[in-house]
């Protein structure tokens, strides 16, 4: 790979530990109290935000590989229309395209909740939503890993034939 595509793939896997070490201090509540001299909370939706992080640059990684570039205005949505395309055309396993959609829900749902909840006042709601989002994030960062280790795979065949 060359620098561009290291970047990107640097950055993905940075986003998959992230989302894993969110995880962990969200579970932990000792870990928040003691060592970060937090009131004990939990952040799994930062969890789910990050694996989506990591599965987008690792996206990111293998269009460049493929010669494709996105770019800003809309670039997670030409990131995943021409990865999409990729899948189509059989290039890319259809499984993986499965798991990037999913992510891409939840990113959309996450960011749905956050707008619904600045609206509401009980505390109730503000304590339960993010303790209920523990199973979905270790549901995104399992996906994520499976994505970045998939497109890891990839990218190494395609950069081990040039």
């Given at each position: ?50 694996a ?21 205005p ?26 990037y ?16 909840e ?10 339960r ?11 995104s ?5 499976v ?5 890891f ?10």
């Open positions: 790979m060359d620098f561009e595509h290291k970047v990107y793939f640097a950055r993905a896997q940075n986003e998959l530990n992230l989302s894993g070490m969110v995880q962990k201090i969200s579970d932990d509540k000792k870990m928040q109290v003691e060592i970060f001299g937090m009131k004990e909370d939990t952040y799994y939706s930062a969890a789910i935000s990050h989506y992080y990591s599965i987008f640059y690792a996206a990111k990684t293998y269009l460049l590989l493929k010669g494709i570039k996105t770019s800003a809309e670039e997670h949505k030409k990131t995943f229309e021409e990865f999409s395309k990729l899948v189509d055309k059989g290039t890319v396993d259809i499984e993986l395209l499965k798991i959609q999913n992510m891409l829900m939840k990113a959309d749902t996450l960011l749905h909740i956050f707008e619904l600045k609206c509401k006042r009980g505390k109730f709601t503000y304590r939503i993010p303790e209920a989002n523990q199973e979905p994030a270790q549901e960062i399992n996906n994520a890993k994505f970045f280790n998939n497109i795979r990839l990218c190494e065949n395609k950069s081990g034939r040039k």
